[in-house]
């Protein structure tokens, strides 16, 4: 079982790992309503190194970058539920739109996206491998995101509404 950190503990862990050698891999996003396809995400990213950091948006940064409808699900929730997979091992909430100061902050060995994302435009990308890290992108599960699901919830309310 994973644990939430501060920021400040997230650092103070990542030093800790790095004198003990281990490999830190670093990965993040909104997290709303998980799904098959994040767990098998987040089981893919923790398979590239021994420890896996997620740095989660926070309830604020998901709202400017998804709209006022959005999360769905409030950051501790999505905390708890993220902290409580096998695969994760420390979850990092942040309040910017980016990562890119948790990234600064953690320097990880590797940086995870999804294969959505074009590796130059992955934010911390340059940090990342000037420090000697590397930066890999994730092919995502087919027909599986939060928009999806949440199509179908909309889609099938009106069965619960009779």
């Not at 939430?4 to 490999?23: C, H, I, T, W, Y």
């Not at 998980?34 to 987040?42: A, I, P």
């Not at 926070?58 to 970058?65: N, P, Q």
């Given at each position: 079982?994973?644990?939430?950190?501060?920021?400040?503990?997230?650092?103070?862990?990542?030093?800790?790992?790095?004198?003990?050698?281990?490999?830190?891999?670093?990965?993040?996003?909104?997290?709303?309503?998980?799904?098959?396809?994040?767990?098998?995400?987040?089981?893919?990213?923790?398979?590239?190194?021994?420890?896996?950091?997620?740095?989660?948006?926070?309830?604020?940064?998901?709202?400017?970058?998804?709209?006022?409808?959005?999360?769905?699900?409030?950051?501790?929730?999505?905390?708890?539920?993220?902290?409580?997979l096998v695969c994760v091992d420390y979850v990092v909430t942040f309040i910017e739109e980016t990562p890119l100061n948790l990234i600064q902050s953690l320097l990880p060995d590797v940086l995870v996206k999804g294969a959505d994302w074009s590796v130059d435009n992955i934010v911390g990308k340059d940090v990342v491998e000037q420090y000697g890290g590397e930066v890999v992108t994730i092919e995502l599960t087919p027909g599986r995101s939060s928009s999806s699901v949440i199509e179908t919830i909309l889609k099938r309310a009106t069965y619960f509404q009779k």
């Open positions: 079982m994973g644990e939430v950190l501060s920021l400040e503990k997230a650092v103070s862990r990542r030093e800790s790992l790095r004198n003990a050698g281990k490999k830190v891999v670093f990965t993040n996003g909104t997290f709303d309503i998980l799904h098959r396809g994040h767990v098998e995400y987040l089981i893919k990213a923790r398979g590239m190194g021994d420890v896996l950091f997620v740095g989660l948006n926070s309830d604020d940064s998901v709202r400017s970058l998804k709209g006022n409808g959005r999360p769905i699900m409030n950051q501790e929730d999505r905390a708890f539920l993220l902290a409580n």
